[in-house]
């Protein structure tokens, strides 16, 4: 099953992006990412029951005048 994800940032910031890990042999791989420069980010993925993932939110842009914000993160299956 496809699942999505989905990060999304308050009216502070201005470039948010996520990267998806899958471990492999006691190491990260990164298997997906979005790194469009906006406010909202999504990838999608079919992730195995038997197999261990990270998500990694990053906010690479503030909006001016602001240095910290609030963010969210929904995963749901498509």
Do not use: C, Q
């Not at 690479?60 to 993160?73: A, C, E, I, P, T």
């Amino acid at each position: 099953m496809t699942h999505g994800i989905a990060a999304f940032g308050d009216y502070r910031i201005k470039d948010i992006d996520i990267t998806v890990y899958i471990e492999r042999k006691g190491k990260w791989k990164k298997i997906e990412d979005d790194a469009e420069n906006d406010d909202v980010a999504t990838v999608s993925i079919k992730p195995r029951s038997d197999e261990e993932y990270k998500i990694v939110i990053s906010v690479y842009k503030f909006n001016r005048d602001y240095s910290v914000g609030h963010y969210g993160l929904m995963i749901f299956h498509e």
